[in-house]
Nanobody, 114 residues
Framework: QVQLVESGGGLVQSGGSLRLSCTASINIFSFKTVAWFRQAPGKEREFVASLPAGGGASYADSVRGRFTISKDIGKRTYLQMNNLKPEDTAVYYC?????????WGQGTQVTVSS
């Protein structure tokens, strides 16, 4: 069974930076797409960024220019988050599509204080 494990969340002040990591149990080049989503308290889970196997990242308007999604040649996907704002506070989830199946991680909490 394919698994995704997120890490790197924490508490940061407004304007600060964090880098989230997502480690897969298989090589990430097996995935059609890797992505990050987030869910704030009382809100729906929302798209943050995605990176298809062929390249060409996509970002939500709210994070474009501040967040960067990337991946290495092994099993990790990253989300570099700069100039963080209190409204970025949420649980961040890694997502990957393998064939027709979507796999989710357990999430990592990001809290941005004002």
């Amino acid at each position: 069974q394919v698994q995704l494990v997120e890490s790197g969340g924490g508490l940061v002040q407004s304007g600060g930076s964090l880098r989230l990591s997502c480690t897969a149990s298989i090589n990430i080049f097996s995935f059609k797409t890797v992505a990050w989503f987030r869910q704030a308290p009382g809100k729906e889970r929302e798209f943050v960024a995605s990176l298809p196997a062929g390249g060409g990242a996509s970002y939500a308007d709210s994070v474009r220019g501040r967040f960067t999604i990337s991946k290495d040649i092994g099993k990790r996907t990253y989300l570099q988050m700069n100039n963080l704002k209190p409204e970025d506070t949420a649980v961040y989830y890694c997502n990957a599509v393998l064939g027709t199946v979507a796999v989710w991680g357990q999430g990592t909490q990001v809290t941005v204080s004002s």
